[in-house]
């Protein structure tokens, strides 16, 4: 019923009137700076000028290119002239080769007097790190990408459509390139619901297993199956916890904290009790979970035994746990502990708890 | 600049807020006994220093490295996986200690992009009673090529930011920093000036209107307030604080300056650390006086910033090229160039001001926002900062939207806390806000201090709740459509259009302004 529901969604909205400008949180995925530009191109970039052609309107930064590929809409030369506009845009030099995703001027409204001149008919809203840049080894990869969500997005047929866009997000997430697997991850994440179904569930599997990949990649694929009930998240995390090697394990570590469980409990106790003082540290703070009693004991005597950091962070997840057990903890810590750095950042952690400093 | 009118909401609950929690002392335990000024100073490098770039660090500073952070560093304000790469300066947390005829107040100034409450709480629990210190304001810059210290800016929209061993460092230095100050008072003086950033950029972009600081974003409605200028709004106050000693030399102990606009001017592209253009404007007044200088933004919310805007470089005669450190030096040293001929106008100041200052703990505001419950529950905001229901922490999570946005895990609990704060020192009053003011509300806040000749707005203070912008103005498009924008649907959501610009997606909700100034103007016109 879900996947009806979102198929529905999606098929409306290919037949819909063109989307208003909307930012999502951080850098826009590839798919939704396809689905969202009039005018997608490859360019090699000219030259940085600015506007001054009428009296009435003040200069602005615009950037001139040479297009060598249209991907999206239309463009009739060879050369194009752009704004940019944004929080933060990226610095093109001449001679770098991007790809441009570009609305026409008129969908911004901080710019429509450069709409009025002419001086500009088209605006990159593109941020620093949604900027494409591409190095000649890149560019057959992301002009393979760009061309298959150009295509799938303008596929006639709604659930075809779904397909192709399933097919072209699960392809990416294998994707050599590290931008487009995470652009392809965060498609799933924020569709995850229409794009995994039990027929390619075993895919995904395979993906979050796949040592080969990127950690980031392989936990935010567990953690879309186990959000939809596809695996038994607690056990994979544990497996994770246990076996991931280094550098990657302390990712693993980190991103565990969000998924609590009996199973995740223990192998964050053996990893604060283990020798490596980073990842002991950084599972002490992920223990810290509201009301993760079996968590308590060791980490007070993380406090009592560890390295400096190690009992920061342990006074942090018994002041993140904040029962009466873990506040009645930092109280004695506070008044017993031999270090007074000790005493004094558990005293900290007992005043954020009963807010009763000045 | 223009005004507005009092939103009703803020008026009605002026009246009982002021008679509920305000907590206004005149008479603090560490008071100066005759009523004398006594001011102490200090200042801790904070500059976030991991394994990889301990060596660069040393390099470039001298002092040996002591590493206080994980490999990578990720920098906060623009996008995600920003990895530091090197440094240009140090980041800082400077704190000014005065103790007078009121009271005993730490001011600290963190080169940082924010510090939640619940930080700021571990800070003052740390705090030694034999410091004394009666109300401690911890104040981010908001600068943007720092250490990620909120969660939102980690390797993924999914994966904080933050190392929170470096929290636990900043904690502990800005505690011993307070401590150390509050050890080494001396007799002091404060004088105050006021002036303005007009001609400090030239006016070339379509964005710029020449103050040195321009309005990213024009709110519905703005054109009517300010016509000339389409909309755009700034506040073009530089307000300079100065301590120096009782006597002759009056030899200057620290310079505060403070002004509204973001410090990014180097852009997404940086990825080396620093404090950006207060950087140069500390330098710079550090030359002229000696002392030690703190850089105080203001109300530098609804895209306050330097990012469209060009500022004259004297050695070339041309525009200082944008995002460039030449560009952060040329502008901050304008910046400081204005406030040196503003107070040097100024006799020695005051040796026996009045201190006094008011609070209100908690703030209670409804969290509308569901971008913010979704970052929470799966830990990616800083997970300290919890959320309450029926003033209880309820750090519940479930997934509330019907199918088939059901896959979206949200934070429950109904409220976030925060806190305001005036402080007021003679003729000088500062407003402090928790998060990112729009000018046209720190215009009201700097009527109600008009008791005082001298204003100051103290943005991000003692935490980050985002922006703050006029009840009225507020675009609730982009949080009633979560679920469609989050599900990458937003043409099917009831709501057209969406207004999902970052002053609106960064935001707790349509309450904010009548939670905070409800419970900051009565606090304000206690102390005048």
Known sequence: ?358 | MALRTIPRRARRNFAIVALALVFLLSAGSAAAKNGNLQVGTCMSDITPISPGLATAYEAQFGPPAVANHTDPIFLAGFGNDRRATGYNDRLWARAIVLDGRGGRVALVALDLVGYFVNEVEIIRGMLSPDAGIDYLIVHSTHQHEGPDTLGLWGPDELTTGIDYGYLDFVNASVAECVEQAAANLQQARVKFATTDSVGLSLGLDAEDDGFGVADGKVLAGDELLAPATGGRIVDPRLAIMQLTGRGHPFEVLATLVNFGSHPESMGSSNTLVTSDFPHYVRERLEQEYGGMAIWVSGDLGVLQGPLDIDVLDPDTGLPAPRRTFRFAEVHGTQLAERAISAINTKKPGHPAPEISFATESPVVIPLDNPYFRFFIAIGVLNTGRTLFTGGVADPTVGFPFPPPFDVIPQALGEDLHTEVGGLRIGDGSFAIVPGELDPQIGELYRAQMAGAEHTFIVGLGNDEIGYQLPADKWDDSCHTCFPFVLGGVPQLCPVQPIDCNTVFINNIGAEVDPAVSGALMPLLDELH
């Open chain 1, 1 to 358: 019923m879900r996947h009806v529901w979102m198929v529905a969604c999606i098929a409306l909205s290919l037949t819909a009137a063109r989307a208003p400008a909307h930012v999502v949180y951080g850098s826009p995925t590839l798919y939704q700076l396809v689905v969202d530009s009039d005018l997608v191109v490859r360019a090699r970039i000219l030259d940085r000028a600015t506007t001054g052609g009428a009296e009435e309107i003040q200069n602005r930064p615009l950037v001139g290119a040479k297009v060598l590929a249209v991907y999206k809409g239309s463009h009739d030369s060879t050369e194009i002239r752009f704004a940019q506009h944004g929080h933060g845009v990226p610095t093109y030099e001449p001679g770098d080769e991007a790809l441009l995703f570009l609305r026409r001027i008129e969908r911004v409204r901080e710019l429509d007097q450069l709409a009025v001149t002419g001086e500009t008919a088209w605006v990159s809203l593109q941020e620093h790190d949604s900027a494409y840049t591409m190095t000649p080894a890149a560019k057959s990869t992301f002009d393979a990408a760009v061309r298959a969500y150009v295509a799938a997005a303008a596929t006639p047929e709604p659930s075809a459509r779904l397909a192709s866009i399933r097919a072209v997000t699960i392809a990416q997430l294998r994707s050599p390139e590290p931008r487009l697997a995470n652009s392809a991850l965060r498609d799933l994440v924020l569709m995850g619901a229409a794009l995994v179904t039990a027929d390619n569930a075993p895919a995904l599997i395979e993906i979050s297993d796949d040592p080969t990949l990127g950690i980031g990649i392989r936990l935010g694929v567990l953690t879309v199956l186990e959000q939809l009930g596809m695996v038994d998240g607690p056990p994979r995390w544990a497996h994770l916890l246990q076996n991931t090697p280094a550098p990657d394990r302390l990712a693993v570590v980190r991103a565990a904290a969000a998924h609590p469980s009996a199973p995740v409990t223990v192998e964050l106790v053996k990893l604060v009790e283990g020798d490596d003082a980073e990842l002991a540290a950084a599972a002490a703070v992920s223990l810290g979970v509201p009301g993760n009693e079996a968590a308590i004991a060791p980490l007070v005597h993380a406090v009592e035994h560890g390295d400096d950091r190690l009992q920061m962070a342990a006074i942090r997840g018994l002041g993140r746990i904040a029962t009466k057990s873990a506040q009645a903890a930092l109280e004695q810590i506070s008044q017993n502990h031999p270090e007074p750095a000790i005493r004094r950042r558990a005293t900290g952690e007992v005043a954020r708890l009963t807010k009763s400093s000045p």
